[in-house]
């Protein structure tokens, strides 16, 4: 038998276990909790295993400000693939672990929240002992546990779609987790703006509420995630540089990201290096990733607030800190007001898992698409897309024209399109060349006066197409495709023009603008019919088509130098009208059953613009064409080696030494003498 002063030892010890066991964990930061509990699941990343903050240095800042005491609201603004989703598990990890609440993770569609309750929530439930413990796995019976719907000791969390307003509104949550939020629709279901219904529900938990957004940024119009940063503290995080120490926000220009070319003009990715806005030393790769780990022994792990502020009766950008990060007044040394809302921006150049060589090239493969380009802009920069207006100025463009004619085109060009307009009394038609990497010359813009209810003006519209272009390297290039509009009072003279040359690649077509449902291609897969003849009809996405064209617009070309996309105009022949035409056009976001739709409008009622709309059918001609054919006839071998059967049968072969053909005079059905060049609108 044990003695009394043993089995009262041993009441003690089991006494000091169970309070042991039933005692709160202590206090962490989120940065604390998911270096010590986080574990990272097989399927999710090519880096299993124990979190590591310090292996993403950046993403201190907005970790450490969930426990900033007075702070309510966190909106990251942030490229793809380095913290976004990876935090938003830490912190529903946190609360379920750490401090027991009501969690709300909202994803774009129902779809896409059940989808990241399986593939990404899941695995990291199983992969990490103290969730585990606490979250019963989904397959068990009767544990109140499904795919969307999880229940651990004093707290519930929920994984719903912002397209799903009964979820959005119902029971009220302290923590708000919102992925993706400029995907999120406008509105949700006719109960308003989702992120707002969701949030909403936070509310009665005051200064205990933790609401958290994490998105890329879209367009500079319709970016939630923007709008949502700019209404933060906008923190950004500033690196010292590894040579002269001068501290600085990573900004993507062509003064701090540089690299070499060789002798050929070819880029040179490997040999980039990021350059210090202070002393202008150029950083090694090493020296970059140096420059970020140090992160990690500043006090305020580089994280400043940013956003101007009211002080002592005036105006104060930020310039200095206290150890935290907090702006301070200059003048009387106070901290700067702060209503709660901390806002963070990280771009790939923040990055220890993407080299600057990689991101160097994603930026050189965005040069070919307007949409890459987007992209990088909204994906690695994390920065809203903004429309380039000041190269659109129409004498900015006029003022970039170049010597040549059709009867001169630059060697560069592969092949020839057009696009024409159709108006009650004209035809007006734009001739575009194109070379290497989709680079454009406009060739020529004729405007055909008559009656086009009468046969006459489209014989002449006939005789234009077969007119050939003229390079300066001897070839001769007539139209490979065109693309007419054939909306308006006058489609049945369309199709019937497009009906006997279709074995030309002349269609008929109509604009389509985007709509709530999204952009539209371009060129579209296929054609529809019409309801009476049955002829072919393309719809050109003339949205997008305009969005691409003043991308290309915002392209200064250099003399000499090969531009991919850039728009090249001749010297003589086009007015100043014509540039004015091509630029009538802004985009303007609108607002269609709760969906913002980008679309381009006339910036003045009653303005004309003929040849945008020319520009536009030509640029979905040349979509029309294969693809391969650019590079078929952008061929290496000598002119004199090849043969019929390797170039396109509209392009015709003439001696260099042939003379050039005169320009003709056209007449008008009245019998007026008119330009065959350039100057129709002079």
């Known amino acids: 038998m044990p003695s009394q002063s043993m089995e009262n030892t041993l009441k003690l010890r089991l006494r000091k276990a169970r309070a042991e066991a039933l005692r709160p964990p202590p206090k962490l930061s989120l940065v604390e909790w998911a270096d010590a509990y986080r574990v990272i699941a097989k399927q999710n990343s090519a880096n299993p295993g124990e979190w590591k903050t310090s292996r993403v240095p950046v993403a201190y800042g907005p970790m450490l400000a969930l426990t900033e005491p007075d702070t309510q609201v966190i909106s990251m603004m942030a490229c793809t693939q380095i913290i976004k989703s990876e935090m938003l598990i830490n912190i529903a990890g946190y609360f379920i672990h750490q401090d027991p609440a009501s969690i709300l993770f909202v994803q774009p569609t129902q779809k896409l929240a059940e989808s990241f309750s399986k593939e990404r929530f899941a695995p990291t439930r199983d992969a990490t002992p103290v969730l585990r413990a606490l979250v019963p796995d989904a397959k068990s019976r009767d544990s109140g546990v499904t795919i969307t719907h999880k229940e651990y000791p004093g707290g519930t969390l929920d994984f719903v779609g912002a397209n799903s307003p009964v979820d959005l509104a119902s029971r009220p949550k302290r923590v708000t987790l919102a992925d993706e939020i400029d995907l999120y629709p406008a509105d949700a279901g006719g109960m308003g703006d989702p992120l707002s219904l969701a949030e909403e529900r936070s509310s009665t938990f005051k200064k205990r509420r933790k609401n958290v957004r994490a998105c890329s940024p879209s367009d500079e119009a319709s970016s939630r995630i923007y709008r949502e940063y700019l209404a933060s503290d906008q923190r950004r995080c500033f690196v010292a540089c590894p040579h002269c120490g001068h501290e600085q926000i990573l900004r993507w220009s062509k003064e701090t990201v540089l690299w070499d070319k060789d002798a050929n003009g070819n880029h040179l990715p490997d040999t980039v290096r990021y350059h210090c806005e202070g002393c202008g030393a150029g950083w090694s790769e090493a020296e970059r990733l140096r420059a970020l780990r140090g992160l990690v022994h500043a006090s305020d792990r580089g994280w400043r607030q940013t956003r101007p502020f009211k002080c002592c009766g005036e105006e104060h950008i930020p310039s200095e800190w206290n150890e935290a990060g907090r702006a301070l007044c200059p003048t009387c040394g106070n901290r700067a007001p702060y209503g709660g809302h901390a806002g963070f921006h990280v771009s790939k150049l923040y990055s220890t898992r993407h080299d600057l060589a990689d991101v160097v090239r994603e930026w050189l493969g965005a040069q070919k698409s307007p949409d890459k380009l987007r992209k990088f802009v909204n994906t690695?920069?994390?920065?809203?897309?903004?429309?380039?207006?000041?190269?659109?100025?129409?004498?900015?463009?006029?003022?970039?024209?170049?010597?040549?004619?059709?009867?001169?085109?630059?060697?560069?060009?592969?092949?020839?399109?057009?696009?024409?307009?159709?108006?009650?009394?004209?035809?007006?038609?734009?001739?575009?060349?194109?070379?290497?990497?989709?680079?454009?010359?406009?060739?020529?813009?004729?405007?055909?006066?008559?009656?086009?209810?009468?046969?006459?003006?489209?014989?002449?519209?006939?005789?234009?197409?077969?007119?050939?272009?003229?390079?300066?390297?001897?070839?001769?290039?007539?139209?490979?495709?065109?693309?007419?509009?054939?909306?308006?009072?006058?489609?049945?003279?369309?199709?019937?023009?497009?009906?006997?040359?279709?074995?030309?690649?002349?269609?008929?077509?109509?604009?389509?603008?985007?709509?709530?449902?999204?952009?539209?291609?371009?060129?579209?897969?296929?054609?529809?019919?019409?309801?009476?003849?049955?002829?072919?009809?393309?719809?050109?996405?003339?949205?997008?088509?305009?969005?691409?064209?003043?991308?290309?617009?915002?392209?200064i070309p250099q003399e000499g130098e090969p531009a991919p996309r850039a728009v090249h105009f001749p010297q003589d022949g086009l007015s100043s009208d014509y540039f004015v035409q091509l630029t009538a056009e802004h985009a303007v976001t609108r607002w269609k059953n709760g969906v913002p739709v980008r679309k381009w409008e006339v910036k003045e009622q009653g303005a004309r613009n003929e040849a945008l709309d020319c520009f536009v059918y030509a640029m979905a001609a040349r979509l029309s064409l294969p693809t391969k054919l650019n590079k078929r006839l952008a061929a290496s071998r000598p002119r004199h080696h090849l043969r019929r059967s390797d170039v396109s049968p509209d392009v015709i072969e003439i001696p260099p030494t042939a003379p050039t053909p005169e320009p003709v005079l056209r007449k008008s059905a009245a019998g007026n003498p008119r330009r065959g060049r350039w100057g129709a609108y002079t």
Request: proline share 3%; with cysteine; glycine share 8%.
């Open 380 to 555: 690695a920069l994390a920065d809203v897309w903004k429309e380039r207006v000041d190269a659109l100025d129409p004498r900015a463009l006029a003022g970039r024209r170049e010597a040549y004619t059709h009867e001169s085109a630059p060697e560069e060009v592969r092949l020839v399109v057009f696009g024409a307009d159709t108006q009650d009394d004209r035809l007006e038609a734009t001739f575009l060349g194109y070379g290497d990497d989709e680079e454009v010359w406009v060739l020529r813009h004729e405007v055909l006066f008559g009656d086009t209810a009468k046969k006459s003006v489209w014989d002449e519209l006939d005789a234009l197409v077969r007119e050939p272009v003229y390079t300066v390297d001897g070839r001769m290039l007539v139209p490979q495709a065109g693309c007419i509009d054939s909306q308006g009072h006058r489609g049945e003279m369309v199709h019937a023009f497009c009906r006997e040359r279709k074995n030309r690649r002349i269609f008929a077509t109509m604009g389509r603008g985007n709509d709530e449902r999204g952009s539209k291609l371009i060129w579209p897969k296929s054609a529809s019919r019409t309801k009476n003849s049955g002829d072919k009809l393309y719809a050109i996405g003339v949205d997008t088509a305009k969005d691409a064209l003043f991308a290309s617009l915002a392209i």
